[in-house]
């Protein structure tokens, strides 16, 4: 997706393993710099690449298991991915302050909504009140579409708490770009704290505890904030849906600090953006907030509190690039690409990264 006037993406080649396979560390993945010029580093080199008093802005939310083995009436077997809980009514309005000590996960809702694939595809042809069984006699009925869109929303009926469920029962997310299936380790950050996800939020999966520990050492600082991400096939060509998320008063405050003192807000990834970006206002000051946020970054809602991101490359028609065009513009983004496809950059979880500046 790109607007008016700004030249195609360039499809990348895909990841579909993990850099430790191909002999790389977490950190020894690729990342193109795109400031005023281009430059070509590795993603251990972050430390070198920004300055004191830069923050970043991390998403701790942890992956689950969403993905779970399903039969339909006829017999068949599909997978049920798990995307969120059933938004509230409040979805647009976030609160005005960070819940403290409170889950973002409802893990006592029995509604989730869902996306059933067959074979690494979307499966078109369910209908409302079609029951689907799942492992260890629990099911999953479907009540409606989500939103008018090809989700559903879904009641569970599991016969246990649904975290311990997925523990037993629930495998990653896979989708056709990997090699195989990964264990669940794969898809997690090393700073996830609060499991929610039902993707990693993977432009974090670089760091590593060294990395951080490197990163203060030398003056810049990391913030937590959380968003709890939905199904990731939502990104191609279709705006995000309303998603949860969480940004405590003391990340607020550092941000602040960070633009009083003179330095950069960098987002790891677009979770953080859209998370921090719910709870910046008009004025342009980023104060606590919590609840369910559906915003969408665009021409009409443009950024307000950020001056960069850490991001993956992303399939040309994904939602998420009309939000990196708000961050260093629709040319900066093209010549990004144009450079990171000659040199051989690789896209999705387990690809390379970019720093994206404004």
Avoid at 126 to 151: M, N, T
Avoid at 214 to 240: F, I, K, N, Q, Y
């Amino acid at each position: 997706m790109t607007t008016a006037g700004a030249a195609p993406l360039i499809e990348l080649p895909e990841a579909g393993a993990p850099p430790e396979t191909r002999g790389l560390t977490r950190d020894g993945v690729r990342l193109l710099v795109a400031g005023d010029e281009l430059a070509h580093a590795r993603f251990r080199d972050l430390p070198s690449l920004l300055a004191p008093g830069d923050l970043l802005v991390v998403n701790t939310s942890r992956t689950l298991p969403a993905a779970l083995s399903a039969r339909r009436p006829a017999g068949d077997v599909v997978d049920l991915h798990l995307s969120t809980p059933v938004p509230t009514a409040a979805a647009d309005a976030p609160s005005p302050r960070a819940s403290r000590g409170r889950s973002l996960l409802d893990t006592d809702g029995d509604r989730w909504v869902v996306e059933i694939r067959r074979a690494g595809a979307r499966v078109r042809y369910a209908r409302a009140g079609e029951r689907l069984s799942l492992p260890d006699g629990a099911s999953a009925e479907l009540l409606a579409p989500h939103l008018g869109s090809r989700l559903w929303v879904a009641r569970l009926d599991l016969g246990e708490p649904l975290l311990g469920y997925l523990e037993r029962h629930g495998r990653a997310i896979r989708y056709a770009h990997t090699e195989r299936e990964w264990p669940l380790d794969a898809y997690q950050n090393v700073y996830a704290t609060e499991p929610g996800s039902a993707e990693m939020p993977s432009a974090g999966r670089p760091f590593t505890h060294e990395l951080i520990v490197r990163l203060m050492a030398s003056g810049v600082d990391v913030a937590p904030l959380l968003l709890h991400t939905g199904v990731s096939s939502l990104e191609r060509g279709e705006a995000p849906y309303p998603e949860r998320f969480g940004v405590p008063e003391w990340t607020a405050e550092r941000v602040g600090l960070a633009r009083r003192l003179g330095g950069r807000v960098i987002a790891v990834g677009t979770t953080v953006v859209r998370a921090l970006e719910s709870a910046t206002g008009e004025d342009g000051v980023t104060r606590a907030a919590s609840g369910w946020t559906g915003l969408v970054i665009g021409p009409e809602r443009p950024i307000r509190a950020l001056d960069g991101v850490i991001t993956g490359f992303h399939d040309a028609d994904s939602s998420h690039l009309m939000l990196l065009e708000q961050v260093g513009g629709p040319k900066r983004l093209a010549g990004a690409y144009r450079a990171a496809a000659e040199a051989g950059y690789l896209r999705h979880e387990f690809g390379d990264l970019l720093l994206l500046l404004r």
